[in-house]
């Protein structure tokens, strides 16, 4: 590596931290794990990446005399850059699972975000810091947007002001990060932030480097909304996973041979959506819902070679259910999920599983703690879990005709009904559920789900523009953030969504695939707009 030295990492085995070491290797630097306290004294740079639970993270630094290794190393000013809850645990407790103490090294406690106040809960996406003077690793970040992704954040006091090196702002000021000495933390994910992030870690591997600032200050000034490109996988006729678009869940080819439209590579696509701007990529194994995931390698080789060069969220979807193998084996979700985060996933999406845990979810009243949606979030957080709705639009001429709850449709039926329900699906659209994706949408938050992907069969592949009135009845039902899906046709659609809808993203997949319009030009069209977007 550059300086001769490897650079330690501390892996508790929690959460997603393949992305980071693909950082580390992408900026020429080597990685020794720690395998014991010793390696952490012994360390000449250490970066702890923290994910998941405030609590699990400090059950495993206490429990095998890490917490006391990390303190003398930290103590004695050694270099160390903490990353998400490696700030968080710097402090002296957090509220996430009740009252846990954390190392102490810092004044305050950890708290929630407060959702009363409109913000919506967890705090994901690109925001602007705050810098301080002297801040180093920072120096580089100026006005740019950087990636969060969590609910509970440090707050600024009189006792530990001394400590921050930049806040930011999100219903309150939080502290973004702290700097005391060679002694470094972050909220934000630097191996999320695209080249902004790369130039955080850079700065801290090696300080001397002499980097080339980026052309602009950047103009970030608040939460940013995300544009999304979300990349449909499925084995195409011959066996080969190929990237794949539906046109209202139909992906085969009105041609003779009526094979799987085929429009490109996953790893590919996703590495070019990358340095055209996405704010983050979505993978979704369309028929996971029957082919098994863990068999169907080809989709974690995809995570693990997109996630080599692909510095943004990568979330995947599709198959995310208790699965039992052709020789009978068991697999829980969790194993299943937990084997696509070790792959490189931030995130990972539920649809059909989601729909049968709120249907019994609402039968009987109780949380059982069961379910796949309840197990993954409560191990990985539930900022790591996002529910997707498959909803198809039921035209009514009476709201009351049904026992789900119904809106008011901006055009109306075919039969001039005037108000509609949405009634979801599971199977990818092939079978309709008894349930509406109001119901869904509110169960799914209480169950733990972090975030919701909102599609639609109706405008799905249509081009003709998001359905605004779907998306203002589930946005308006939850304190989550829902990302808009469905139907993106022109740059327009993306600033109607955002002007006329809370959607914290908007998601697309034939208006790139087919070439028709790039990322650069959604988002300079929304910047021209005044809507807040990462450039
Ligand atoms: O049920 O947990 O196995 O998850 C299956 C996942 O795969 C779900 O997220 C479901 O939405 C998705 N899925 C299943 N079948 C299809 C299909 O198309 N036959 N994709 C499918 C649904 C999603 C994307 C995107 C927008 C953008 N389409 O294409 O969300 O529709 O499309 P557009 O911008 O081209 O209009 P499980």
């Not at 249907?359 to 539930?382: A, C, F, M, P």
């Not at 405008?459 to 304190?479: E, M, N, P, R, Y």
């Not at 899906?485 to 993203?505: C, D, I, L, P």
Request: charged share 25%; glycine share 10%; aromatic share 8%.
């Amino acid at each position: 590596s550059a300086d001769g030295s490897a650079v330690t990492l501390l892996d508790y085995g929690a959460g997603n931290v393949r992305s980071l070491r693909n950082a580390i290797r992408h900026l020429g630097f080597d990685i020794k794990d720690v395998q014991s306290p010793e390696d952490i004294l012994n360390a000449n740079r250490l970066i702890f990446p923290g994910v998941g639970a405030f609590a699990t993270a400090m059950d495993v630094l206490n429990k095998n005399g890490m917490a006391e290794a990390l303190c003398s190393y930290i103590e004695n000013d050694r270099p160390f850059l903490g990353i998400c809850l490696g700030l968080q645990v710097l402090f002296e407790s957090s509220e996430e699972n009740g009252l846990v103490n954390g190392l102490g090294l810092i004044p305050g406690v950890v708290q929630r975000f407060d959702s009363s106040n409109g913000f919506r809960v967890p705090h994901i996406g690109w925001n602007a810091l705050q810098i301080r003077e002297g801040s180093e690793i920072l120096d580089d970040v100026g006005n740019h947007h950087v990636y969060f992704v969590h609910s509970y954040r440090a707050m600024p006091s009189d006792k530990n002001k001394d400590w921050i090196s930049s806040t930011s702002n999100y219903g309150d000021t939080f502290i973004a990060s702290v700097k005391r000495g060679n002694v470094h933390a972050v909220q934000f994910h630097p191996e999320k932030s695209g080249d902004v992030g790369l130039s955080v870690l850079r700065r801290f591997l090696n300080p001397k480097s002499q980097i080339t600032k980026k052309p602009d200050e950047g103009k970030a000034s608040k939460l940013a909304k995300r544009v999304i490109a979300c990349l449909d996988v499925r084995t195409n006729d011959n066996g080969d996973l190929v990237v794949t678009k539906g046109d209202q869940y139909d992906v085969r080819e009105h041609t003779k041979e009526n094979e799987v439209r085929n429009l490109g590579k996953p790893v590919d696509l996703a590495g070019q959506y990358y340095i055209d701007g996405a704010d983050e990529v979505s993978f979704l194994n369309i028929t996971g819902f029957r082919d098994f995931p863990l068999g169907d390698l080809p989709m974690l080789e995809v995570l693990r070679y997109t996630s080599e060069n692909v510095f943004v969220p990568l979330t995947v979807g599709g198959g995310i259910r208790d699965f039992t193998d052709v020789n009978g084996r068991h697999y829980s979700s969790l194993e299943v999920a937990s084997e696509y985060f070790r792959s490189g996933a931030d995130k990972i999406s539920i649809g059909s599983d989601a729909v049968y845990a709120a249907e019994d979810y609402l039968r009987s009243g109780v949380k059982t703690g069961k379910s796949s949606l309840e197990q993954i979030s409560r191990v990985y957080g539930n900022q790591a879990v996002v529910v997707s709705i498959d909803p198809r639009r039921v035209y009514l001429k009476d709201p009351n005709d049904v026992e789900f709850k119904a809106t008011r449709v901006s055009n109306p039926g075919p039969n001039g009904e005037e108000f509609a329900w949405y009634q979801c699906t599971v199977n990818g659209g092939r079978e309709g559920r008894p349930i509406g994706a109001y119901e869904l949408a509110k169960a799914v938050e209480e169950l733990g789900a972090g975030e919701i992907l909102l599609n639609c069969i109706d405008c799905d592949g249509q081009g003709k523009g998001f359905d605004i009135d779907l998306i203002k009845l589930i946005t308006d039902a939850v304190s989550i953030p829902v990302i808009a899906s469905s139907g993106a046709g022109a740059v327009e659609h993306f600033s109607e969504v955002f002007r006329k809808t809370n959607a914290s993203a908007a998601l697309a997949a034939g208006i790139f695939h087919r070439k028709e319009v790039p990322i650069q030009s959604v988002k300079e069209h929304l910047f021209k707009e005044g809507i807040e977007v990462r450039i």
